[in-house]
C-alpha cells in the first residue's frame, strides 16, 4: 500500500517529571512524499502537514520544532481548543444555576483563553491503513477535575492523510490523486449532568515559507464580530459577501459568524477559506463543516511576524460560555462532533 504509519522520537520534553521522549506518528503516502505528523502525547496536536502540488512539496504549517519549542509556544500553534475555544471574560461564567470560575491564562487582557486540553496527553486509540488513506484517532478522557469546569467528557480526534477525490465533504476535484488532511472530532458528555461544549482548532498556515503580505485571502460569507479592548464581542457589523482580501500589511484577529460556500440546505453544508499565493498561484483550501451544532464561526489572525496566518474554524463564539452564540449543551451520553479538511488546489 502507498500509505504507511511509522513512528519516531521526538524528544524529551525539559520538565522534572518527563523521563521518556515524545513519540511523533508520521502518516506517509510513500509514493507521493506527502505526509503529516502528530504529537498524541503533547495535545494531539498536528505539527506538520506537507502536500505535493505538481512538482513541489510545499509544508504548510507552522508549529513548533523541539520539545522546548513545545513548552514555550504561546501561540497555541495547532492546538485543539476544548470545552472552548477563544477567550470566556474574567475567566467567569454562570451555567444553569452556578457560577464557575476558570484559571484565566491570558493575564494581560483577565481571560481564561483556549480550553484546558491543549498540551495534555491524548491516548491512540487505533490505527488504520487502506489504499486510499492513513488515520490515526486519539482520544483524550477528563474526569472534571480542572478548577471551574467539573463537566467529565471523553475527546476524541481522528487525523486522516487522504487521496484528495476521497474526501466526503469540500469542493474537491473528482481528479486529485493527491493527498488532502481530514481532521475530525467527537466529544461525549461522560458526566451525569448537561455540560457547556464548544471545539475550534488553531493551525497556523504557511505556503513555502512565504510572506502573508505576498497572499490574499478568499472568506465565505461572513458576519464579523465586533470586539473591545479586551478582545470579548460587543456587537456585530453588517453581514459581508463572499469576496477576496488581500493581506499585504493587513493586520487581522477578527472573528467571523460564518456562512455555507455550499448549497445551505443541503444535508452536508460546508464553508472554505482559500488563501493563495500572489507569486505562484497556488491555494491552499481550509474547510469546515457547518449547519446546527458544527462549525460556524471563523476566527482568522495574523502574527505580527507576517510568516503565517491562522485560519480557526470553532463551533462558537468568543466568550460562547457566557453569550450563548453557538454553545452546544450536552446532555449525559450527548455527543457533538464535525469534521475540517485542508487541500491544495
Known sequence: ??????????????????????????????ETGEFITVLPEYGGILRRLVLRKGQFLLPLLLAPDSTQALLTDESYSSAL???FPSRIRHGIYHFEGEDYALKMNEIRR??????????????????DVTPTYAQLVLRYDYDGDTAGYPFPFAL???????QGNQLLRGSMAANDRMCALEVAYSVVNTGTRRSPSAFGWHPYFTLADQSVDEMSLALPGRTPILLDEKMIPSGRQAAEQAGVISLKDQQLD???????????????SFAETVLTSLNTGVRLIVGQQTGPGKLNYLVCF?????????????????DSFNNGDGLTILNPGETMSGTMWVRLD
Open 1 to 30: 500500500m502507498p500509505f504507511q504509519i511509522t513512528t519516531q522520537p521526538f524528544g524529551t520534553l525539559p520538565t522534572a517529571s518527563a523521563t521518556e521522549p515524545l513519540t511523533e506518528y508520521i502518516l506517509e503516502h510513500t
Open 254 to 268: 477578527t472573528a467571523f459568524a460564518i456562512e455555507p460556500t455550499s448549497d445551505s440546505a443541503g444535508q452536508d
Open 156 to 162: 476524541t480526534v481522528s487525523y486522516k492523510l487522504i
Open 81 to 83: 481548543l476544548y470545552p
Open 302 to 318: 495574523t502574527p505580527t511576524r507576517r510568516d503565517s496566518i491562522a485560519i480557526e474554524p470553532l463551533t462558537a463564539n468568543v
Open 110 to 127: 483577565d481571560n481564561a483563553l483556549h480550553g484546558f486540553v491543549h498540551g495534555r496527553a491524548f491516548s491512540v486509540i487505533s490505527q
